[in-house]
């Protein structure tokens, strides 16, 4: 594998090339960052490097590291892939006896400790004891969302590299270069990707169907923007039974209203939702951009509020009503 096959994260890139060039590779490294954005191949290529047999700045791809390393089956390189909710003590034993063992084939082993953070306060102790006095031949690499949940004293011993989300603009072009996306496409699926091109190759292959999502909640607010069909209890039990989708239904609202707002205001070229054109032409034709503007700052209170445990019921209540008053009267 070759960094090309991650979008973006240049510096990062260059950073790890760079500590293999010179050889001044540490003991313990942290990958932070949102999920789905690369951390675990770049974990897994950076190794493949570190114990690649030629030494360039790339993997060789064709020493017989590079090629067990390719198809995950090198013996040096040790994955805990985390299943289960949290990393358990046997688990980190089993990895603990590795880390004193000598390597198999290479001068150096390294493991790989996905979702980290699920490490229990025991886990972490056992972990912590190795990392301030690691084998000299061993190299840590621990993947995170946050870095703020592992042990202050672990990450202190690392070397910290935080991965950014893309630009809207490099995912399109990515879509339309490597995943046969249409432009409409591929704009559809980068407004939603949350700077995320994994989260838009997720939606557009469905594997994530937050399309079918999105559909439903349009179909909710074309209801409650038009005049005196509905009350908005007739949905309480549609987000009562969607509720651990709240967040992805509040941000389709937003992205809804603020492509109804660019219509308005004339920024068509930045509508997300092109496919919907005709809704957006049909609500853009009902309300004015100050309502527009108003019913994105709610949408956002309301996010904030669920958030902070205010009554979900209330909330959603609360905003229904402020959706059907987006209409101009
Ligand atoms: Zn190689």
Redesign the pocket.
Known sequence: MQYSLIMGQESIKNHLKQIVKTGQVSHGYIFEGPKGIGKFQMARIFSQSIL???QGPE?????P??VKANTGNHPDIHVVDMMEDSIKRQDIDGILDKIYTKPYESDRKIFIINESHKMTIQAANAFLKTLEEPPEDTIIILITTNVNLLLPTIASRCQNFRFEESSYDEIEKALVRDYNASEDESRLLAGYSKGILQRAINIKNKTFDLLTLRDQVLAIIDELMDVGRSTPFRFEKYFDQNKNQIEEIIEIMMIWFRDVLFYKIDLKEKIVNVDKLEWVVKHSKKTNSIKCSEIYGHLQMTYEDINNNMNFKYAIDHLLFKIQEVKHG
């Not at 993997?59 to 020493?63: L, S």
């Open positions: 690649c047999r030629v993997p060789c791809e064709t020493c590291s590079c």
